[in-house]
């Protein structure tokens, strides 16, 4: 696998400008809510539109339609009387209004309000109070409460994303937010950089490094950019997840010979041994509820997914459609695995419904490697390949909206989702 390729010459680079993360979407939902997201009264001295982002979010994630405005006068706010006909016959079923205004103490305030326009309801909302370089995540805030009144399901735009960029013989792995704005370099280096995992409170990534000519896992701090060494042992160390409590880490050696899997604590005490085959057993995955973990073995003559109790036992063989089936993520509910399957020659993503083992391939696409559930099981992050240049895409989990995210001149691979934080 290209996880465990060798490491090449050790070098190191000073960090360069870096260019965001471009979206665009591919495919949307069959059934999307319209929506009418206002301008914010006074957002302009924001210096950034708290509406135009939320509209940005709403619209990417394939489940909102919303409409274009015309200008309006005056401009609506989250205190102005709503006129439920009018927006009617504008085709909203939905509207958000608010407005922006600078406090006493030179911070702002920002408030709006969710409307049902069909019921001619007022569905509430919420005063935030934020420094200007707070702009952008109040937006995303606001655009979460939204998505999460009208579907039930917790939003995740304020969320983030870790992912790696190659542009020449440089690789960065930069964290950004959920729309690749306010991305930022965590590490760089001219060696291979692979396996970002978050942990579960979102304030430490375990990714692997060859720059001391070998994978090594490492521990990184996203406060203060100090990282330690988790697993460095003799031969190839890679494929960190982490515990769903974030005590540990499930990983693939080959200290002892053949990759197997092993349970190590972020500080690199505690070892334990988990797998105990003469197979390669790698790419370990913990279930929602810590006691299960699922991973990749070719034990039974092809790359195939498995799991097994995190205390030890019996391993049990899950995919049975296909060849080679590699890479298992399971779903923050627990009930859907991803993973990447070969069909014809092609890499594509697909899940399954662990209750009934149905399958289903969600791409139509080539390459395609390392899934990513969002926090909220809505969309999976992957990488694939489009024009010989690595790219990264989403897709809902019923394979309905779709979504793809590119740097310029750069070769986009290794995402992962960062989990939800308070």
Do not use: C
């Amino acid at each position: 696998m290209r996880r465990l390729a060798a490491a090449l010459a050790l070098a190191v680079a000073p960090f360069l400008a870096s260019a965001q993360l471009a979206i665009e979407i591919t495919g949307a939902g069959a059934q999307r809510i319209p929506i009418a997201v206002a301008p914010f009264a006074g957002e302009a001295a924001l210096g950034v539109g708290v509406s135009a982002i939320v509209r940005a979010d709403l619209e990417r994630s394939g489940l909102f339609r919303v409409l274009q405005l015309p200008p309006l006068a005056p401009v609506p706010s989250e205190a102005s009387p709503v006129n439920y006909a009018e927006w009617r016959s504008r085709l909203a079923d939905a509207l958000v209004v608010g407005s922006a205004a600078l406090r006493a103490d030179g911070r702002y305030e920002v408030r709006f309000k969710l409307h049902d326009v069909v019921k001619g309801a007022d569905l509430s909302g919420v005063a935030y109070t934020l420094a200007r370089e707070q702009v952008r995540a109040t937006a995303h805030r606001i655009a979460d409460y939204v998505y999460e009144k009208l579907t039930g399901t917790r939003g995740v735009f304020s969320t983030r994303i870790a992912y790696v960029v190659k542009r020449a013989e440089r690789y960065e792995l930069r964290i950004a937010d959920a729309d690749g704005a306010g991305e930022e370099t965590a590490l760089a280096s001219l060696e291979p950089i692979i396996s970002p995992a978050w942990s579960p409170d979102g304030r430490r990534l375990a990714y692997v490094s060859f720059e001391n000519k070998k994978p090594v896992i490492y521990v990184h701090s996203l406060a203060d950019g100090r990282r330690q060494v988790a697993a460095n042992f003799r031969g190839s160390n890679s494929a960190p997840a982490w515990s769903p409590d974030g005590t540990r880490l499930a990983v693939a050696l080959s200290r002892d010979g053949g990759t197997q899997l092993y349970l190590i604590n972020p500080d690199g005490s505690g070892l334990r041994r988990l797998t105990h085959s003469n197979a390669v057993d790698t790419e370990p995955a913990f279930a929602p509820d810590g006691q299960t973990i699922y991973f990749t073995s070719d034990r039974g003559g092809s790359p195939q997914i498995y799991r097994m109790p995190v205390a030890g036992g019996e391993a049990q063989r899950v995919t049975f459609e296909g060849a080679y089936n590699v890479s298992p993520r399971v779903s923050p509910d627990g009930r859907q695995l991803a993973f990447v399957t070969r069909t014809n020659g092609r890499f594509q993503l697909a899940v399954m419904d662990l209750a009934t083992r149905q399958m289903q391939v969600l791409t139509d696409s080539e390459r395609d490697e390392s899934p990513s559930f969002a926090p909220n099981g809505r969309m999976i992050l992957f990488a694939t390949v489009i024009g010989g240049r690595g790219v990264l895409a989403a897709v809902s989990a019923d394979g309905r909206v779709r979504q793809r995210l590119s740097v310029a001149a750069g070769d986009v691979r290794e995402p992962a989702w960062g989990p939800f934080t308070n």
